[in-house]
C-alpha cells in the first residue's frame, strides 16, 4: 500500500473501513487511534474525518465486527491525548501565532477559534469537538490564551467522553440506516447548533439587561 493509498483510505473511512477489519483484524484499533490523535493532536491536520470514523466505528461495532467498550475506552485516550498535545504546543508558541505568518497554520480557521473562545471560554472546549476544523484549532487557542491546565483537562475529557461516546454509540443504535449514515455531517451540526443557541441567546439576555438597566425579579 502506497502513500496516496493510504491517505485515500483515511480520508473515506466510511468506504474502506470494512475492508480494513477484515483484512488485518485488531489493528484496525491502531487506525483509529492515530485518525483522532491526528486530528485533535496536530494543527496540521484538520482534514481527518472524526466525526465520520467514530459513527462508521459504532456502526462496525452493532455487526460484531468492533468491540464496542474498547472503542470507546482507546479513542477517549487518544481525544484527550490529542487535545493535551495540542494545548502545549500552543502553550509553547504563545502570543506570536497571531502576529507571524506560519505556512502551516490556517490563520483564518485559528482566528474565527479564537474569536468563539474569547466568547464562550471552557464551554469551546466541549462544544468544538462537534465542529470539524474548530475541534482541532480549539485545544491550541486554549494553551496559546494560556488557560489553566486543570481547567482545560476538565472541558477536554468531559469533551471527549461526549464526542466518542455520543457519536460511536449513535453509529451503533443508527448507523446502518441510510438516511441517517448520508447526512451525518448536517446532524451533528445541527445537535452543535442546538447546543450553542442557547448559550448565544443567555449572553445577549445578559448584555441586554447591562445596556438597559432591565432588573429581573
Do not use: C
Amino acid at each position: 500500500m502506497d502513500f496516496m493509498q493510504l491517505l485515500d483510505m483515511v480520508m473515506h473511512v466510511d468506504k474502506y473501513l470494512g475492508t480494513f477489519i477484515a483484512e488485518y483484524g485488531t489493528l484496525v484499533y491502531a487506525v483509529l487511534f492515530g485518525i483522532i490523535f491526528g486530528e485533535t493532536g496536530l494543527i496540521v491536520l484538520p482534514f481527518l474525518p472524526g466525526d465520520t470514523l467514530l459513527f462508521i466505528a459504532g456502526a462496525f461495532s452493532a455487526e460484531g465486527q468492533i468491540n464496542l467498550l474498547v472503542l470507546n475506552v482507546l479513542l477517549i485516550i487518544a481525544a484527550v491525548a490529542g487535545n493535551t498535545v495540542n494545548y502545549f504546543v500552543g502553550r509553547a508558541i504563545g502570543q506570536k501565532v497571531f502576529t507571524h505568518n506560519y505556512r502551516w497554520l490556517d490563520q483564518a480557521a485559528l482566528k474565527r477559534t479564537h474569536a468563539f473562545y474569547e466568547k464562550h471560554g471552557g464551554k469551546t472546549i466541549v462544544l468544538s469537538r462537534f465542529v470539524p476544523i474548530v475541534r482541532t484549532f480549539a485545544p491550541f487557542v486554549a494553551g496559546v490564551s494560556e488557560m489553566r491546565f486543570t481547567t482545560f483537562q476538565f472541558y477536554n475529557i468531559t469533551g471527549a467522553v461526549l464526542w466518542v461516546g455520543g457519536l460511536t454509540v449513535a453509529g451503533y443504535f443508527f448507523g446502518n440506516i441510510p438516511v441517517i449514515r448520508d447526512h451525518l455531517s448536517a446532524i451533528v451540526l445541527v445537535g452543535v447548533g442546538a447546543a450553542v443557541v442557547p448559550v448565544v441567546l443567555a449572553g445577549l439576555w445578559k448584555f441586554y439587561k447591562k445596556i438597559t438597566g432591565v432588573k429581573t425579579v
